[in-house]
């Protein structure tokens, strides 16, 4: 019975490793392109797909929000013709920081590294405090954005570094 049980798990442990053990060395070169144009013609940023394979980015981007008085920021404003300027700096499941930026005036995609430096240059100018008042912070964040003021819905939610969300709506 031993040796029956014994080969069983032989055989089951020797199937497993050799279904594991199709893996090659080659890379895979899918990430090396920056930027790609999408079936619209718009330019969409692919780096940092794979945030684990960029760690000291990760290091980098973690540090300048540091420098911040917000961990996160997501941004929607709505424009006539269906126009609109979405961007967000956030963090995911795994504690990974990433951005995205969906821009129709400009019509400019940006996903991770690319879409987090151009979020972060225009918030590194905001100076929004919990007591900031709502047409303040309005007023603010469309001139560092370099956003039209004719817009039709304005939405920030900003998670302040103490952890205290807050909602700006008009």
Known sequence: ?????FNSLSVFCIALLSACGGQTNE??????KNVTLND???TTNTNNLNPLHNT???????SQMEKLDFSEIDLEVT????KEYEAEINYDNSGFIGGEVDDDINNEHLRGKAAF???YQKAKNLTISKDTNKRDVIDQVLKSFDLPADYIKFDLEIIFNDGTS???VD
């Open 117 to 119: 430096d151009s979020i």
């Open 40 to 42: 619209n013609g718009e």
């Open 27 to 32: 890379t895979d070169n899918t990430d090396q």
């Open 79 to 82: 424009y006539e013709e269906q």
């Open 1 to 5: 019975m031993k040796q029956i049980l």
């Open 166 to 168: 807050l909602e700006y």
């Open 56 to 62: 000291h980015d990760q290091y980098k981007m973690k």
